[in-house]
């Protein structure tokens, strides 16, 4: 099993930005030194409530680069769909370079709609197909981008080169690999720098129903998932693996590509880590749910019961039961060990700086984690220390 680290930097307690940041910077070094897999970081815009104060996933991601040397360094994910293609493509291929190839990509359409709108108004979430077309248009742009020495594209939402450009420069010798050499218009452009993978890092989708997992399993893209319980996840992992298995004409083992998030908060006993963490990891699931309700906590066939309001059932003991990592390392192994039964999880990425928590007292349970609970993974671990290294 891989562990990574979802660093989503919040700020409940409206902290001076730079002081998030040292505390951002002390957690990717400390998951560096401790034989952590990978940290990744996300993208939301326009919070000024301090939920999710996290705009640019890439600059976090070049400032890891620079303070590390064997971490994986993701962003969970890039609102694709908020960006020009173009510049992604550059800014992403920049990163993966920086860091001699240690880029995971991670994509997203977007969930809050005061983003999409004021962002890129072709992405507005009112017309989710319209939404998902833009993606699917954008991450065919980026693949392109990074693997063709010059590329061309005409969709729905965007066209390269611009059409009837004429290119004339002393300096840029005329060919046909980009030009017309009868008019010396444009047919092609070239994305400089290529990613240091090749033809581009792994990437992932971040997703939550069936179809986005089976259009990311007929796309090879690997997938990131977060709240549904195990129940409710058996059912997505095995939608992964029979459409990779269709299309890749091979049987591809469950659990392959696939990445789950769980909400983490490791303590010496449970009523401690209740305590620490419990009500800011229930604020934040009351933020969530606001615009998702409460059906993907629920198991398969289970019915929410009628409440007055949507978000009445949304208690710690309701989350702890169906999706969540917190308690002590005794606790949390046995829940790591039912993923890895259930589902043969390969990739658990796990969460902890939820809104309002003390810096201090994440940092202790990522500590433990690191110390009590990952060792008794430590054959998986062994394992990629050694690709690493």
Known sequence: MKFGYFCNTTNWTHKPYHQLLDETKEITEYCDKNKWNSIWFTEHHFNHEGMESCTN??????????????????????????????????????????????????????????????????????????????????????????SEKFFNHDGEFYTYPSPNYVWQHDMSPPS??????????????????????????????????????????ENNINVIMWIPTVKALKIRFEAYKN????????????????????????????????????????????????????????????????????LDLLNYEFLHQRNMLFGTPEYVIDKIHELKSELNLQNLQVWSNFPGVKHKDCMKSIKLFTEKVMPHFKDDLDTEVKKVS
């Open 57 to 146: 996933p890439l600059m976090l991601g070049v400032d890891a680069a620079a303070r590390t040397k064997n971490i994986r360094i993701g962003q969970a994910a890039n609102v694709i769909t908020f960006h020009n293609p173009i510049r992604l493509a550059e800014d992403i291929a920049t990163l993966d370079q920086l860091s001699k190839g240690r880029v995971e990509v991670g994509v997203a359409r977007g969930v809050y709609g005061r983003e999409a709108i004021n962002l890129n108004k072709e992405a507005d979430l009112k017309d989710q197909a319209k939404n998902f077309r833009l993606f699917a248009e954008t991450l065919e742009i980026l693949k392109k981008a990074w």
């Open 176 to 217: 046909e690999e980009f030009m017309n050499m009868e008019d010396s218009t444009m047919k092609k452009i070239s994305v400089v720098p290529k990613p240091y993978q090749n033809p581009h890092p792994p990437i992932h989708q971040v997703v939550d129903g069936i179809r986005s997992i089976e259009w990311a399993a």
């Open 243 to 310: 459409k990779r298995s269709e299309v890749t004409k091979k049987n591809v083992p469950l659990g392959e590509g696939v990445t789950l998030v769980r909400d983490m908060f490791v303590a010496d006993t449970m009523e401690e880590a209740k305590e620490m963490a419990g009500e800011h990891m229930v604020n934040y699931m009351k933020w969530v749910c606001h615009w998702r309700g409460l059906g993907n906590h629920m198991d398969p066939g289970e019915e929410l019961p009628k409440t007055k309001g949507k």
